[in-house]
């Protein structure tokens, strides 16, 4: 039996798959598991910011606050230990250190901790796989973008790390971040979307003002999927370290293309590895002029991270979330959508689509948002509006269909 999807015909094992494909390769956009478990954990002084905030535990004042969060670049190392290992280029490692790095202050941008923040690496490797050169190339790779945030007014210092060789219980390297901030309470945007505001989508894709070259979009979401639906079997036959074992080999490496081939899009070629291996772009210099001129009018800031589209969800009481004017789909997710075992519903739920960072607000400081965005090259509009719900719902209308979460 067969199944039509996406205009062609599917198998009905493959088809099955596709139900949900991320959970086959033994992770979650979701995270229902990890949500569940801290459910009855305190939620700060403010229950609905997008990262929790506590009590200032530093000077004991209580008029300010304490921010910690902590993150990894997750598995678009194993990626990255991919295109190393096949080109030999350490350069690829840099992209990681910005992945780990940005995964962890832009989640604190969208609650206002844009600036003073102290942060530590944990890397932990398998030293027989994981040389001191790359080790290196991601200790320089993060001082050189802390420097460069550092000329945008943004202050962010590093107090060491640790790397761990840890080969027993590290397939290849896992790079992290933890970062600290201290700020005034009366600075914290907390999460309160209301109907009747808008929503300004900033592109995840292009190349703004402060960057040195095209980055695809990708971010650091959805990379395990993305690399086993778009890389072919090679890989699982030279590199199987690459790779859970406990994952079935039916379900691995189901692609067509090398990290190296090249995939042709609308008359233009990009390499496949480039695609993939962009650093996931930091909003920072964007949310700090947006913050510091509109704060009071900022009904909630959403990193589309794990969610991805879907992330505001967790955050909204009784509205619905209509998305119906999307960016037009970036390179790189044409390219996944063409491979991938995922489901269009499901695509949404994984990748960040085009758009990594959202902002709620009204229209006419929505406007000048986008304004500020464009001073930096970096491409935003208004792709949605919230309305009135019994319920918590989200909406995305596209080209690829009408989806309701």
């Not at 535990?57 to 993150?71: G, Y």
């Not at 194993?78 to 992209?95: C, H, I, M, P």
């Not at 969800?313 to 997710?333: A, S, T, Y």
Request: charged share 20%.
């Amino acid at each position: 039996m067969n199944c039509l999807i996406n205009d062609t015909f599917v198998p009905a094992k493959a088809f099955q798959l596709m139900i949900n494909r991320y959970d086959s390769l033994g992770v979650s956009a979701s995270k229902d598991e990890i949500h569940d478990a801290i459910k009855e954990l305190d939620k700060g002084l403010f229950p609905n910011a997008f990262c929790k905030i506590l009590p200032d535990l530093v000077a004991k004042d209580s008029s300010f606050c304490n921010i910690i969060h902590a993150d990894t670049a997750g598995s678009k190392t194993s990626l990255a230990y991919l295109y190393w290992k096949e080109t030999g280029d350490l350069s690829v490692w840099k992209n990681i250190a910005q992945d780990a790095l940005v995964m962890n202050i832009d989640d604190m941008a969208c609650v206002g901790a844009y600036t003073d923040i102290v942060i530590s690496s944990t890397i932990g490797r398998n030293k027989h796989l994981i040389p001191k050169e790359i080790i290196k190339t991601l200790i320089a790779s993060s001082h050189d973008i802390l420097q460069q945030l550092t000329s945008y007014g943004i202050s962010i210092i590093s107090g060491g790390g640790e790397t761990a060789d840890v080969g027993d219980i590290v397939r290849t390297i896992d790079v992290g971040i933890t970062a600290f901030s201290r700020m005034p309470q009366e600075k914290v945007i907390p999460i309160n979307i209301k109907p009747g505001s808008v929503i300004v989508g900033f592109a995840s894709f292009g190349q703004t003002t402060y960057e040195n070259k095209y980055n695809s979009g990708i971010g650091s979401n959805g990379l395990t999927a993305a690399r086993h639906d778009v890389l072919n079997k090679f890989y699982l036959e030279h590199y199987p370290e690459s790779c859970s074992p406990e994952t079935l080999d039916e379900y691995k490496y189901t692609g067509r293309y090398r990290l190296t081939d090249q995939y042709l899009h609308k008359d233009k070629n990009y390499i496949v590895g480039d695609l993939l291996l962009s650093p996931t772009r930091t909003y920072l210099p964007v949310l700090k002029e947006i913050i510091d001129q509109h704060r009071s009018q900022i009904q909630g800031i959403i990193h589309c991270t794990g969610g991805a589209q879907t992330k505001v969800k967790k955050f909204i009481d009784k509205v619905k979330i209509i998305k119906n004017n999307l960016f037009e789909l970036p390179p790189v997710f044409e390219l996944i959508r063409e491979c991938t075992l995922c489901s269009d519903h499901e695509m949404y739920q994984v990748y960040n689509m085009g758009h990594r960072l959202e902002i709620y607000t009204d229209e006419k400081t929505a406007i000048q948002m986008i304004d500020i965005a464009a001073k930096f090259n970096l491409d935003a509009k208004i792709i949605g509006h919230v309305e009135s719900s019994e319920n918590e719902d989200i909406q995305i209308e596209s080209f690829m269909g009408t989806f309701n979460y």
